[in-house]
């Protein structure tokens, strides 16, 4: 609810500061005193239209500041934490009004876009009145309002779970034909093209490979010769294998005379026949991977240039060529398997189809029923109103082509407010006064069912007296104990009802000639007694207009 109202330079305010409490609170004051800037600017902060017209005369900007204290799961707190905004404690809204006509929206004392103050305004607070955009007239929400009256919440997450289940059979079954389709158009060179590949039988990294044995094969015969002349010298005819071997046998005759002379000798002899035996090994080796087949390189450039030819062809590295002809395949076999998978994909849409139907179905009766209870209840709130000739009406349009997450149903709230009238839409047909008692009406049908937190009343009981006014007042303290209810009015009986009462006023600034300000005082008893007088009486209040204020307090209070 809302705890807290700042105002600062806005229009005639020039400094205001409003503590409220539960239950109802009426703002009262002559016409002119400021009652129509005081929701201006309320509306300001919770994302309402700014107007640089709004400043104050003289001040660069004003500012709006609004806390309300609500539960911790209240939709409010989703919507700032989706925002990236802390949420612990109050909930401050705070906007800034700029006389160029810019606004900064703040939400904790973060910055914030209009769009999610508006968004977080919109369900912490509802204003009703004589104007389009403060009464509870848009379309869109009459579905939800019908839903929560009924208790239909589980109805509708099940249509809402059932229609995304046939978008998603419809998106697969699409999707696969359109692959189908293609496939089909394609199918010849599909089938050409696995033909030639699996021929083929590309392999991954098979090129690199080619290519390099390629390159050794054609350097092979210069690399062969000098690796032969290499050879001879190491192990052919002029080798230094014998020489050097018998100098070894002869050292080592004489190591036993010298073993310090000769020893270290002996070593580096036997060492230097050991490399020479090693290198006649790699040489020998080497010569023998140098050896080639001249069929071997024709056929590794025949394999290379078909390769090659093929990648070409279909617009790919040689490398990727495998996966193709995977994918070719796959296309191929989608083709031959596909009318059966059509078949039971389409089976799984109609399946789908027909349990989104079942759970539509069951959500349309339960919207009927409770449209008739709805309807029956509004009504019997209407009479007393002074619209016991008038009718509310749930227009209920249903689509069964439709299949939309919320059913078949479009819903709208209509009313005939004469007999022999033609029904309409509630905007269309009800003028201000009577729009604003039909909103009275419905949220204290609603009044547990969802409702904002706070409900702003603008004077709604503009053209009524008497009873119809005691009504009014009646119905607004009956919605004041489930939700905070906020009431601009000019009807005594109205704002005997109330458990806080403001007096809304103008009066000069001190020290500044000419100039007003608007201000807002809480009423106790005496002065609250007065003021219900001057409603009374008017300008003139006398003793009996007293007396009957008092009346209507002491009625209240009982």
Known sequence: MLIQLAIRDIVLIDRLELHFHE??????????????????????????????TLVRHGENQGQVTAVFDCPLDHPARRIAAEADIDVDGDLILRRVQVADGRTRAFVNDQPVSVQVLKAI???????????????????????????????????????SEAARKVREARHILQEHRSRIEKARKEADFLRHAVEELTKLNPLAGEEEALAERRVLMMQSEKVAQDLNEAYDVVAGNTSPVAELSAALRKLERRSAQAPTLVEPSVKALDAALVAIDEARAALEEAIRATEYDPRELEQTEERLFALRAAARKYDVPADDLAALRQRFEEDVTAIDAGEEKLAGLESALKDADKAYVKAAKALSAGRKKAAQALDAAVQAELPPLKLERARFITEITTDEDSRDPSGFERVEFWAQTNPGTRP???????????????????????????????????????????????????????????????????????????????????????????????????????????????????????????????????????
């Open 23 to 52: 239950g109802l609170s009426v703002l009262t004051g002559e016409t002119g005193a400021g009652k129509s800037i005081l929701l201006d600017a309320f509306a300001l902060t919770l994302g309402g239209r700014g107007d640089g």
């Open 121 to 159: 305004g919109a369900t912490l607070v509802e204003i009703h009145g004589q104007h389009d955009d403060r009464a509870l007239v848009d379309p869109v929400s009459h579905r939800t309002i019908l839903d929560a009256f009924g208790g239909l919440a589980a109805e509708v997450q099940a249509v």
């Open 424 to 558: 309409g839409p509630l905007m269309k047909v009800a003028s201000g006064g009577e729009l604003s008692r039909f909103m009275l009406a419905l949220k204290v049908v609603l009044a547990d069912k969802g409702s904002a937190p706070t409900l702003v009343f603008d004077e709604i009981d503009t053209g009524v007296g008497g009873a119809v006014a005691d009504a009014i007042g009646q119905r607004l303290a009956r919605l004041a104990k489930k939700v905070q209810v906020m009431a601009v009015t000019h009807a005594p009986q109205v704002a005997a009802k109330a458990g806080s009462h403001f007096l809304i006023a103008k009066e000069g600034v001190r020290g500044v000639k000419d100039r007003v300000a608007t201000r807002v005082i809480p009423l106790e008893a005496t002065p609250r007694r007065e003021e219900i007088a001057r409603m009374l009486a008017g300008a003139t209040i006398t003793e009996e207009a007293r007396a009957a204020a008092a009346r209507l307090l002491e009625a209240a209070a009982h």
